[in-house]
Protein backbone atom coordinates (compact mmCIF):
# COMPACT_ATOMS: atom_id res chain seq x y z
CA UNK A 1 0.00 0.00 0.00
CA UNK A 2 1.39 3.59 -1.26
CA UNK A 3 1.51 6.14 2.00
CA UNK A 4 -1.44 8.46 2.43
CA UNK A 5 -0.94 12.27 1.74
CA UNK A 6 2.17 12.37 0.50
CA UNK A 7 3.56 16.10 -0.20
CA UNK A 8 3.94 16.87 -3.56
CA UNK A 9 8.27 17.97 -4.21
CA UNK A 10 9.23 20.40 -6.45
CA UNK A 11 11.16 17.42 -8.41
CA UNK A 12 7.76 15.53 -8.42
CA UNK A 13 5.90 18.65 -10.29
CA UNK A 14 8.74 19.30 -12.59
CA UNK A 15 8.18 15.27 -13.36
CA UNK A 16 4.55 15.94 -14.05
CA UNK A 17 4.86 19.25 -15.65
CA UNK A 18 7.46 17.74 -18.13
CA UNK A 19 6.01 14.65 -19.14
CA UNK A 20 1.99 15.64 -19.01
CA UNK A 21 0.75 14.37 -22.36
CA UNK A 22 4.15 12.37 -22.88
CA UNK A 23 3.40 9.93 -20.38
CA UNK A 24 -0.32 8.65 -18.80
CA UNK A 25 -1.36 9.06 -15.48
CA UNK A 26 -0.51 5.41 -14.83
CA UNK A 27 3.01 5.85 -15.72
CA UNK A 28 3.48 8.77 -14.32
CA UNK A 29 2.10 7.46 -10.52
CA UNK A 30 4.25 4.27 -11.10
CA UNK A 31 7.81 7.00 -11.46
CA UNK A 32 6.55 9.08 -8.60
CA UNK A 33 5.48 5.76 -6.54
CA UNK A 34 1.69 7.66 -6.57
CA UNK A 35 -1.69 6.18 -7.46
CA UNK A 36 -2.74 7.49 -11.18
CA UNK A 37 -5.74 9.07 -9.68
CA UNK A 38 -2.95 11.26 -7.29
CA UNK A 39 -1.23 12.74 -10.79
CA UNK A 40 -4.18 13.62 -12.25
CA UNK A 41 -5.75 15.88 -9.37
CA UNK A 42 -2.06 17.42 -8.95
CA UNK A 43 -2.89 17.86 -12.93
CA UNK A 44 -6.34 19.56 -12.16
CA UNK A 45 -5.38 21.51 -8.98
CA UNK A 46 -2.72 22.80 -11.19
CA UNK A 47 -4.33 23.85 -14.08
CA UNK A 48 -1.56 21.86 -15.83
CA UNK A 49 -3.42 21.24 -19.46
CA UNK A 50 -1.60 19.91 -23.23
CA UNK A 51 -1.82 21.62 -25.83
CA UNK A 52 -2.08 25.46 -26.38
CA UNK A 53 -3.58 28.19 -24.19
CA UNK A 54 -5.06 30.98 -24.94
CA UNK A 55 -2.27 34.25 -24.07
CA UNK A 56 -4.42 35.69 -21.14
CA UNK A 57 -7.98 33.88 -20.02
CA UNK A 58 -10.11 36.72 -19.17
CA UNK A 59 -12.80 34.79 -17.52
CA UNK A 60 -10.09 33.49 -14.53
CA UNK A 61 -9.36 37.48 -14.28
CA UNK A 62 -13.16 37.68 -13.84
CA UNK A 63 -13.59 35.03 -11.51
CA UNK A 64 -11.11 36.34 -9.66
CA UNK A 65 -12.87 39.88 -9.17
CA UNK A 66 -15.91 38.22 -7.98
CA UNK A 67 -14.47 35.15 -5.74
CA UNK A 68 -11.48 35.04 -3.41
CA UNK A 69 -10.20 31.74 -4.87
CA UNK A 70 -12.01 31.09 -8.36
CA UNK A 71 -12.02 27.09 -8.38
CA UNK A 72 -14.73 27.91 -5.62
CA UNK A 73 -17.10 28.45 -8.10
CA UNK A 74 -19.26 25.97 -9.33
CA UNK A 75 -21.53 26.33 -12.43
CA UNK A 76 -24.98 25.79 -11.74
CA UNK A 77 -27.65 24.27 -14.41
CA UNK A 78 -29.16 28.49 -14.19
CA UNK A 79 -25.44 29.42 -15.14
CA UNK A 80 -25.10 27.83 -17.96
CA UNK A 81 -29.08 28.59 -19.53
CA UNK A 82 -28.52 32.56 -18.20
CA UNK A 83 -25.15 33.13 -20.00
CA UNK A 84 -25.93 30.39 -22.98
CA UNK A 85 -22.67 28.44 -22.27
CA UNK A 86 -22.56 24.63 -22.45
CA UNK A 87 -20.64 22.98 -19.65
CA UNK A 88 -17.69 21.71 -21.88
CA UNK A 89 -17.40 25.41 -23.47
CA UNK A 90 -17.01 26.42 -19.92
CA UNK A 91 -14.46 24.25 -19.19
CA UNK A 92 -12.44 24.68 -21.96
CA UNK A 93 -13.19 28.72 -20.96
CA UNK A 94 -12.22 28.01 -17.65
CA UNK A 95 -8.93 26.27 -18.06
CA UNK A 96 -7.97 28.54 -21.12
CA UNK A 97 -7.90 26.13 -23.94
CA UNK A 98 -10.62 28.38 -25.93
CA UNK A 99 -10.65 32.34 -25.68
CA UNK A 100 -13.70 33.92 -24.52
CA UNK A 101 -16.44 35.73 -27.67
CA UNK A 102 -17.81 39.23 -26.32
CA UNK A 103 -20.92 38.33 -26.03
CA UNK A 104 -19.81 35.23 -23.49
CA UNK A 105 -18.18 37.84 -21.56
CA UNK A 106 -20.50 40.38 -21.34
CA UNK A 107 -23.40 37.35 -20.30
CA UNK A 108 -21.06 35.90 -18.00
CA UNK A 109 -20.24 39.48 -16.12
CA UNK A 110 -24.04 39.91 -16.14
CA UNK A 111 -24.60 36.48 -14.42
CA UNK A 112 -22.20 36.96 -11.90
CA UNK A 113 -22.95 41.13 -11.05
CA UNK A 114 -19.70 42.48 -12.18
CA UNK A 115 -20.26 45.56 -12.72
CA UNK A 116 -19.19 46.79 -16.67
CA UNK A 117 -16.54 49.31 -15.24
CA UNK A 118 -15.18 46.00 -13.19
CA UNK A 119 -15.33 43.63 -15.97
CA UNK A 120 -13.55 46.25 -18.36
CA UNK A 121 -11.08 47.04 -15.65
CA UNK A 122 -9.90 42.92 -15.89
CA UNK A 123 -9.79 43.20 -19.92
CA UNK A 124 -7.66 46.42 -19.94
CA UNK A 125 -4.01 45.40 -20.49
CA UNK A 126 -1.48 46.38 -17.69
CA UNK A 127 1.72 47.60 -19.79
CA UNK A 128 3.77 47.40 -16.37
CA UNK A 129 3.10 44.36 -15.13
CA UNK A 130 3.81 42.46 -18.33
CA UNK A 131 7.00 44.17 -18.80
CA UNK A 132 7.80 42.76 -15.59
CA UNK A 133 7.55 39.05 -16.68
Do not use: C
Amino acid sequence: MKAANKRWTEEDATFVKNNLGKLSFEQMGRALNRSAMSVRLFALRNRLTVGLQVKRNILMEMLKIKFRHPEDFTPTRTFYTETGINQRRFWDLYYGRKNISSKEYAAVAEYLGVTLQEALDSRQLDLFEENEE
